[in-house]
Structure formats: C-alpha cells, structure tokens
C-alpha cells in the first residue's frame, strides 16, 4: 500500500526518539499500535458490514426476479385454452393463421397504386 523502505523507517524512529525521548518512546509507540489497531478494526467491521449489504440487495434481486418468473409462468398458465391438459401439444391446441379468422382489414379495397391527378 505505502512505498516504505527501511531508510525511511529508520528515518521516522530517528526522529521519534530525539522528539519523544528515550523515556516517553516505548508508551508513544503503545498508544500509536492501539490507535492503529483500533482503526483497522473499525476499517475491517465498516467492510463486513458493506459485503453484507451488498449480499443482502444481491439475494433481494434475486428472489425479485425469481417472483416475476413465477408471475409470467402463471399469467402463461390462464392464457392457454383450458382444452390443453397433461400429455396434449399446446402447438395443437392453438389455431394457425389458416384456420384464424380473416380480420375486417383483409376484405377492405385496396387503394389504387397510382397517384391521383388534380386537374
């Protein structure tokens, strides 16, 4: 994560020891860890709670789409004929356009192809 060598931690305990001394040093690393500690509990407890969120909304899509399936396969379910039952062909139950009645459009005149001339 940080690009640290260790000139530059020797660097920084330098420093810490003549700012600090050799008296107050060991209780200022002590209270540093526990602070480091804490934030990479509180850090780790933050993620947890956001990859369960975010498994949470996953599993709530799902079952979301799960109830739209089970809804369209319902809605199937009436619009077929009620003649259809187990172990006859739905292709068989439903008329082809042949056997359809024609629509009211079919018979209508059908205009004259060339354009009609003012005079």
Known sequence: MFDIGFSELLLVGLVALIVFGPERL???A???GLWVGRLKRSFSAIKAEVEREIGADEVRRQLHNEQILQMERELKQSILPPAIGPG???ADAVP????A???PLASAPV???EPSRLP
Do not use: L, N, Y
Not at 96 to 99: D, G, T, W
């Open 88 to 90: 006859t062909d739905p």
């Open 30 to 32: 002590r209270t540093a």
């Open 96 to 99: 082809s356009a042949a056997e």
């Open 26 to 28: 060991p209780a200022a």
């Open 111 to 113: 205009p004259p192809s």
């Open 101 to 103: 009645s024609p629509s």
